[in-house]
């Protein structure tokens, strides 16, 4: 076991690190020039959204790309790329203005054309959030370069919450076309619209962009320098973060019993307001792909036999809540509590085990099989521990595994070469846009991440979800909602482990942080840095 002096030493040579780095970076910059410094983890598969639909991702790519709108603090839509909208007395036409004064980093002219190929080529076919969530979309019609006109076989109003650039992500149509938009090398060195101009990588160590001097909305961004460090130690990142050498650290940066003692910081604010339209649901998959996991008893000895009150309190904190269900019960417009659940039971875990012929053998081992950790930090890995403790009382050996992210998600939805795994889907604003992914058939889609990730296919399931895309009488549509909570919990691909309670931190100096219920998945291109009041923790 490393000693304290080991570990502090360690922590010191990565901030150590960060600090040459910064004085690097000083050193080649004018005097004037301002630089802030964030925190992404891990590190990014790729720096395009609407390609890698990811946390890590989309703090970094909404700073490079705009979106059609953007949402204020009531989650009403706001003017970005498109300058005002209507909306046809029966709601199957939208028209979007856009506006004519903006161009793609490279100088090329953004148009309706970027629009039609983003939403038609891209999210409708391959993105596992946006395909179903635009499924009554049939047509963009670009009748001019600053109009695109949205064609709906049924009015669905679950779109408007749908179109910031971390959901209605838009491509650079010239550059994008003809190609796998997923394996794209401009998902790496991006272009976009936004106020920020990807400038280098250096791989697990930073991301640096640079203000675009020709971005529309003057006046913006209000620093000359936006920097993600990568800093793969918890521990580091809150020296980071006390000492000032990191600013803004949007995905839960620090462990979590840091964070209770790291809000009483009076030099950092600790904010959970812009995780409000996020409603993160942490999960457990089974590779349905797998005879062994096939049998819902098996799934459901392993729900039995994971106590979800104390996986709440030890391992996060009680910054979580214990899940019922795919959809979280502070929606309460959507969450049904009347659906099967799987109480800790361990000894009726092993009467399942016992009835689906898995007896415990000589070694006292019933059942074996691997477990991917979710890759965002040592939290996850803490869980995966719970789980592998949990289970072996009840005869199952689990072999934790950990992985950087591009090869977790390789492994999980190109590969699927898992037997179980742990991550958490954002739920949204509303249950088509975040929740039916994990359980539409038409969402196993191969080498799109997050999407339908063990495999799980029924028509009855597959019902319920169309429904829910096209039912009009709300009242219909929310029992539609109700029914896919009954036949998740019922069929079991997914044990629903926990509503999460995310949380980002940053230096009170900071001015102008978007607090509304997207502000992590916001652009920084308003944020100074000086003396001001930040606002109360939240």
């Known amino acids: 076991m490393s000693t304290r002096r080991e570990f502090l030493i360690g922590a010191g040579a990565v901030v150590g690190g960060s600090l040459l780095d910064n004085i690097a970076l000083a050193a080649t910059a004018p005097a004037a020039r301002t630089t802030l410094v964030a925190n992404t983890l891990p590190e990014p598969a790729g720096l395009a959204a609407g390609s890698t639909p990811a946390n890590p991702t989309n703090v970094v790519s909404s700073n490079l790309f705009d979106g059609l709108i953007t949402y204020d603090e009531q989650f009403r839509p706001v003017p970005q790329l498109a300058t005002s909208w209507t909306e046809s007395a029966d709601r199957r036409t939208i028209t979007f203005k856009l506006r004519s004064d903006v161009k793609w980093h490279d100088g090329t002219p953004f148009t309706s054309a970027d629009v039609q190929y983003s939403i038609m080529e891209v999210s409708k076919k391959v993105h596992p959030i946006a395909r179903p969530t635009f499924a009554q979309i049939t047509a963009v019609e670009t009748p001019d370069a600053h109009t695109a006109v949205f064609r709906l076989a049924q009015p669905s109003p679950v779109i408007w919450s749908y179109l910031d650039t971390s959901s209605a992500f838009i491509f650079p149509k010239h550059l994008y076309a003809g190609t796998d938009p997923l394996t794209n090398p401009y998902n790496a060195k991006p272009v976009g619209t936004g106020g920020f101009i990807f400038k280098e990588w250096s791989r697990g160590n930073y991301i640096r962009l640079v203000k675009n001097p020709d971005y529309w909305d003057k006046g913006k961004p209000r620093v000359d320098e936006l920097v993600f460090r990568i800093i793969p130690d918890a521990s580091a990142r809150s020296i980071a973060l006390q000492s000032g050498n990191v600013q803004y650290a949007p995905l839960t940066p620090v462990s979590l019993i840091e964070a209770r003692r790291l809000e009483q910081n009076p030099n950092l604010v600790l904010d959970s307001k812009g995780w409000r339209a996020n409603a993160p649901m942490f999960f457990m998959d089974f590779n349905l792909r797998q005879k062994r996991f096939q049998d819902v008893r098996v799934r459901q000895a392993i729900a039995h036999a994971i106590n979800l009150k104390l996986l709440a309190k030890t391992v996060f904190y009680d910054f979580a809540t214990p899940a019922t269900g795919p959809v979280p019960s502070y929606q309460t417009r959507f969450y049904t509590a ?176 978007n607090t509304t219920p997207i502000g992590v998945y916001a652009s920084l291109n308003e944020v100074s840095i000086g003396a001001a009041n930040a606002p109360a923790h939240g």
């Not at 009347?338 to 361990?346: F, G, I, K, L, S």
């Not at 846009?433 to 799980?456: D, E, H, L, M, P």
């Not at 019902?463 to 929310?478: F, L, N, S």
């Open 338 to 513: 009347d659906t099967p659940q799987y109480p800790y039971d361990p000894h009726k875990a092993e009467a399942l085990l016992d009835a689906a012929g898995l007896p415990r053998g000589a070694d006292g081992v019933r059942l074996r099989f691997n477990h991917l950790n979710h890759t965002y930090g040592e939290d996850y890995q803490r869980a995966g521990q719970f789980i592998q403790q949990q289970l072996k009382r009840i005869g199952v050996e689990v072999t934790l595994v950990n992985y950087d992210l591009p090869t977790y998600l390789r492994k999980v939805f190109t590969d699927h070469d898992f037997d179980t795994m742990s991550a958490f889907y954002a739920a949204f604003a509303d249950p088509q846009i975040g929740v039916i992914r994990r359980f539409w058939s038409k969402n196993i889609i191969s080498g799109a991440a997050w999407s339908n990730g063990s495999g799980y296919s029924s028509p009855e399931m597959d019902q319920v979800v169309e429904a829910i895309q096209t039912e009009q009488d709300p009242d219909k549509r929310t029992q539609a909602i109700h029914r896919l909570q009954v036949i998740a919990q019922r069929d079991l691909p997914s044990i629903s482990l926990a509503e999460l309670k995310f949380f980002r931190i940053y230096s009170r100096n900071l001015q102008n942080v």
